[in-house]
């Protein structure tokens, strides 16, 4: 089988492989589609860690192709979506409910094979049924999605709450629709992307603002701005030091920042510790999606979270090399491989 190989840092390819077999608790997946991360091109610069040689790809769904000895709730021919991350249940962190910050974590198409190829081998414990009716395409936002879910839970979001979304990527715009969701009133997208924008209108921002413009940040905490005082969540979804650094001085005094881009492994941003304890803005971190991942699928199952105007491109494997080792184009949200088409 075919399949999208990182073999050191900056070197990538599409090669022939063995087709692998499921073992003891384990599924077989024919891959039908699997999104192109931001984290997949960290992965590809060093600048996030990793186990090479391995297949990339860690947001993806497909169809159950062969069930392993003791696997007892998938059968052959279900579609399914995948939660890349495989705590190990048995070190504190796990014991304390925080299966995210396992000791012991593994995650697919970071440490063990993953989507970008014709077939990946999971544990059935990772695996989530989807209907059979959904866009299998559509299946592979389930874990993004998931991710940004437990960043709402972290932001603790109140009925007409104000937010502020820094960022208008594939993350920006799925938070943008979890926190109208989540009883928002005011959700303000700041991209400087005008098309982005106007997508952000259209899924659920009550405004859109270009951090390019004039007077922008404090044009808009101002006392004639959109959010006089600042927001009550301001939640970072690009992952750039830049609105980082800015995110705390949009948010109101007692108000919450939540960090969910992600930045290169020892990037550092300036942030000034008086400034939070004075005005006691929280700042909090989100990690991947401890017991998110089934709320995801039904939540675009449902059709409450739109996802098709989210894709930019599919691409077959042949693509997928150039397309993970190169910024993504202009414009692009998120770029699906298909393995199916070529």
């Given amino acids: 089988m075919r399949a999208v190989r990182l073999e050191a840092t900056g070197r990538l390819h599409l090669q022939e492989v063995e087709k692998p077999l499921p073992g003891g608790g384990e599924l077989l997946i024919r891959i039908e589609a699997c999104g192109i991360c931001g984290t997949d091109r960290h992965l590809f610069h060093g600048e996030f860690p990793a186990s090479p040689p391995v297949t990339l790809g860690h947001e993806f769904t497909g169809i159950v192709e062969q069930v392993g000895p003791g696997v007892g709730g998938f059968r052959e021919g279900m579609r399914?979506?995948?939660?890349?991350?495989?705590?190990?249940?048995?070190?504190p962190q796990c014991q304390r409910g925080k299966i995210n910050l396992c000791e012991n974590l593994q995650a697919i198409g970071i440490h063990r094979d993953g989507g970008f190829a014709e077939h990946a081998v999971i544990p059935e414990k990772q695996a989530f049924a989807l209907p059979d009716?959904?866009?299998?395409?559509?299946?592979?936002?389930?874990?993004?999605?998931?991710?940004?879910?437990h960043g709402i839970d972290l932001a603790g979001i109140k009925t007409g709450a104000s937010v502020v979304v820094l960022g208008g990527g594939v993350i920006g715009l799925?938070?943008?629709?979890?926190?109208?969701?989540?009883?928002?009133t005011d959700v303000l997208l700041v991209t400087r992307s005008a098309d982005k924008r106007r997508l952000g209108?259209?899924?659920?921002?009550?405004?859109?603002?270009?951090p390019g413009s004039g007077g922008f940040p404090q044009g808009l905490i101002s006392a004639d701005g959109l959010l006089p005082g600042g927001a009550?969540?301001?939640i970072e979804c690009a992952g750039v030091r830049e609105t980082i650094e800015q995110a705390p001085s949009l948010a109101r005094s007692g108000g919450t920042v939540v960090i969910l881009g992600v930045m290169p492994k020892g990037a550092k941003v300036s942030i000034e510790p008086f400034d939070l304890l004075f005005r006691e803005v929280s700042l909090i971190s989100s990690f991947i999606n401890p017991f998110t991942h089934r709320r995801a699928a039904d939540l675009i199952v449902s059709g409450a979270i739109k996802v098709e105007p989210l894709i930019s491109r599919r691409i077959g494997l042949r693509e997928a090399v150039e397309a993970i080792s190169n910024p993504a184009r202009p414009g692009e949200i998120r770029a699906l491989v298909l393995p199916g088409l070529g």
């Fill in 80 to 91: 399914i979506t995948v939660d890349p991350n495989i705590a190990c249940g048995r070190c």
């Fill in 133 to 149: 009716d959904i866009d299998p395409v559509h299946g592979a936002f389930c874990e993004p999605l998931a991710c940004c879910l």
């Fill in 174 to 184: 799925l938070v943008v629709q979890l926190a109208r969701l989540a009883g928002a």
């Fill in 201 to 210: 209108e259209t899924l659920g921002a009550t405004a859109s603002i270009d």
């Fill in 232 to 234: 009550d969540v301001v």
